[in-house]
């Protein structure tokens, strides 16, 4: 089975930082790679698909990048609305698996 | 519009089978491509992928729960079905139930069942 390891598991940033979320598959994945933010007692919205295709909506700080085993999500400047717990996930082969997670929190 | 709602008993006892439902509306389980997936999140933990069920009915399962699972879909009825048996405290969870569409995964969730299992 795939494992997909999130790091770090947490974090605290000032508002306007940089900050930058990384997902490692133990196996190659392509780009079948989606990052979701969960905020607090929400459900979990789909950013992005593809490792880096943005879905309609999701504001231009966020953004995607990597293939095969090493990805990475990252908000260019981040604000309070962010907070939030972000997974990636893997989709290929139809099965998927969940990294455990990574809280962004605002220092 | 994609909603979804899922449906099913709040509370299970220990060894006893859950049986949820996934009614849907705004696609069809007749398209191409679309399939309802089931993913569950014990309270303050991370997010736990289950089953998938596709538009051609093939259907994919959570290799570590693969014994205990079963999805079934009724696409007259836009209804999806989960079955998880051998029920235990550690299966306490929210399970939603999620569209996937052309993206290729999860683009729309219900809102989630809260499910406690205990005697």
């Known amino acids: 089975d795939i494992q997909m390891t999130q790091s770090p598991s947490s974090l605290s940033a000032s508002v306007g930082d940089r900050v930058t979320i990384t997902c490692r598959a133990s196996q190659g994945i392509s780009n079948y790679l989606a990052w979701y933010q969960q905020k607090p007692g929400k459900v979990p919205k789909l950013l992005i698909s593809?490792?880096?295709t943005m879905q309609s909506g999701v504001p231009s700080r966020f953004s995607g990048s990597g293939s095969g085993t090493d990805f990475t999500l990252t908000i260019s400047s981040l604000q309070p609305e962010d907070v939030a717990t972000y997974y990636c996930q893997k989709y290929n082969n139809a099965v998927w698996t969940f990294g455990q997670g990574t809280k962004v929190e605002i220092k | 519009q994609i909603t979804l709602k899922e449906s099913g008993p709040t509370l299970v006892k220990p060894t006893q089978t859950l049986t949820l439902t996934c009614t849907f509306s705004?696609?069809?389980?007749?398209?191409?491509?679309?399939?309802v997936g089931w993913i569950r999140q014990p309270p303050g933990k991370a997010l736990e992928w289950l089953a998938l069920?596709?538009?051609?009915?093939?259907?994919r399962y959570s290799p570590s729960l693969r014994s205990r699972l079963t999805i079934t879909k009724d696409t007259s009825k836009n209804q999806v079905v989960l079955t998880m048996t051998n029920m235990d405290p550690v299966d306490t969870a929210t399970y939603y139930c999620?569209?996937?569409?052309?993206?290729?995964?999860?683009?729309?969730w219900g809102q989630g069942t809260l499910v406690t299992v205990s005697s």
């Open positions: 999620a569209h996937r569409g052309i993206v290729g995964t999860t683009d729309s």
């Open positions: 705004g696609f069809s389980l007749f398209t191409t491509g679309v399939g």
């Open positions: 069920v596709y538009w051609n009915d093939d259907k």
């Open positions: 593809g490792a880096s």
